[in-house]
């Protein structure tokens, strides 16, 4: 490649980068007015035309405000976990597939995997560092309900790498130009939408957040920056798994402005659950991966490998 080349590649990266924080800007703008309408009030309406620029207030109000810490921190660590937490999920967003020459790689649905996992270390260093009991104890489950439903939403993504025979996000658009695969495959489709939900610790899953019992889990100590950072970094993931959502069972044609158009709607799905559902219990959490996430999807992953081989050898 030439030096024009990785030059495009890098400002394409940059632009889509900036887009992904004002899309973030704006969908937490979208759960106020969405939460405030479910709740028979208005949300934020007074700051600029009906409250558009109310995110952008947030953001000055707090990244303006003092930075503080506790005395007894690991302060390195505690400073350093927001900013590695929002680095990581802006890298995932580095394997959406592009048509121009961004990092569209062969092996996207992996590198996926691949920093999904590694997030989980900020979250866990980010309550250890603070020296607060609550703190640690938020990321503890926090840790512990992402790794389980790691393993569940890995066996998912599995069956419809069986079904493209490929770990390349842009190939899923090539597999479902006439049929999309939420009728296919419309039982892991369900299961994906509710172990995104627990992945990216949303109601009804959000034990790491459980205001009534943890003040506010692991990220209790932060303030300013540091918590900005953060709350940035939960709504990145949530924009991402809604993106990746659409890839895998509602055709994703970038091509179209249907595409976004699917994008919000399942965003939106997100707001929707956390208005409508409550708090799950912690056990029926673990239970709903261990106990049947993993069985069924174990299941379904032998049933479309055995189908694409039937295929496979029919086509032969």
């Known amino acids: 490649m030439m030096f024009k080349d990785y030059l ?12 992904v924080l004002i899309g973030v800007a704006f969908l937490t703008l979208l759960e106020r007015k969405v939460l405030g309408y479910i709740q028979i009030r208005k949300g934020p309406n007074k700051v600029g035309f009906i409250g558009l620029v109310q995110p952008f207030s947030d953001a000055i109000k707090l990244f303006s405000k003092e930075q503080i810490y506790p005395y007894m921190s690991n302060f390195n660590l505690y400073y350093l976990c927001p900013v590695m937490n929002l680095f990581m999920s802006l890298l995932i967003w580095m394997c959406m597939p592009f048509i121009t020459s961004n990092l569209n790689f062969n092996f996207s649905l992996l590198f996926f995997l691949s920093i999904s996992s590694l997030s989980v270390y ?65 039982p892991l489709c369900m299961m994906w939408l509710v172990s995104g939900l627990a992945e990216t610790n949303r109601t009804p899953f959000d034990f790491a957040e459980g205001e009534s019992e943890l003040v506010s889990g692991f990220n209790v100590e932060y303030s300013s920056g540091g918590f900005a950072m ?11 798994m809604s993106m990746l959502s659409v890839f895998l069972f509602m055709g994703g044609n970038l091509m179209s402005w249907l595409f976004f158009l699917k994008l919000v709607f399942v965003s939106f799905f997100w ?6 559902l409550p708090r799950f219990r912690y056990d029926k959490l673990m239970y709903l991966s261990w106990k049947s996430y993993l069985p069924v999807s174990l299941n379904l992953l032998l049933l479309y ?10 086509m032969i």
Do not use: H, P
């Open 271 to 276: 707001i929707w659950v956390r208005g409508t």
């Open 122 to 186: 900020s979250i866990m260093l980010a309550g250890w560092s603070s020296n607060s009991n609550y703190s640690l104890l938020g990321s503890l489950r926090s840790v512990a309900q992402t790794i389980s439903y790691e393993v569940s939403l890995a066996l998912i993504l599995m069956s419809f790498m069986f079904l493209i025979l490929n770990v390349n996000i842009y190939d899923l658009m090539k597999f479902q130009m006439n049929i999309w695969f939420l009728f296919i495959m419309f």
């Open 305 to 314: 490998l055995s189908l694409k081989m039937f295929i496979f050898i029919v």
């Open 230 to 240: 953060l709350f940035l970094a939960e709504y990145s993931s949530i924009l991402f």
């Open 8 to 19: 495009l590649m890098i400002i394409s990266s940059l632009v889509l980068l900036v887009c």
